[in-house]
């Protein structure tokens, strides 16, 4: 599976963002797909999970309630929508995908990356 992010950028606080990422390879509904983070000097973090099927999704407590991740099968992009940014949230995001159902959030239970987008937030 091959990931391709776009969307970062510099933004103020309290402003929004839509991220994306494009997969391409063998892409189905049978894979998770998840957002990460990587802040300087920080370890990847998860910040959020969609089924294949795009019923269920699952969220890190720092961002529940500002971010949704949604998905388009038929265009095999992932999109993760961030609202009211804080500068905290200044990071690398990293699109991922592995096989299976189960919204997993360990870094260590995806298999395929992408090469990150930068998101910068000023406060």
């Known amino acids: 599976v091959q990931l391709v992010e776009s969307g970062g950028g510099l933004v103020q606080a309290g402003d929004s963002l839509r991220l994306s990422c494009a997969a391409s390879?063998?892409?189905?509904?049978?894979?998770?797909m998840a957002w990460f983070r990587q802040a300087p000097g920080k370890e990847r973090e998860f910040v959020a999970a969609?089924?294949?099927?795009?019923?269920?999704?699952r969220y890190a407590d720092s961002m529940k309630g500002r971010c949704t991740i949604s998905r388009d099968n038929v265009k095999s992009t992932v999109y993760l929508q961030m609202d009211r940014l804080k500068a905290d949230d200044t990071a690398v995001y990293y699109c991922a995908a592995t096989p299976g159902s189960i919204l997993v959030t360990g870094r260590n239970q995806y298999g395929d990356w992408g090469q990150g987008t930068q998101v910068t937030v000023s406060s």
């Open positions: 969609i089924a294949g099927n795009a019923h269920t999704s």
């Open positions: 390879g063998r892409t189905n509904s049978n894979y998770v």
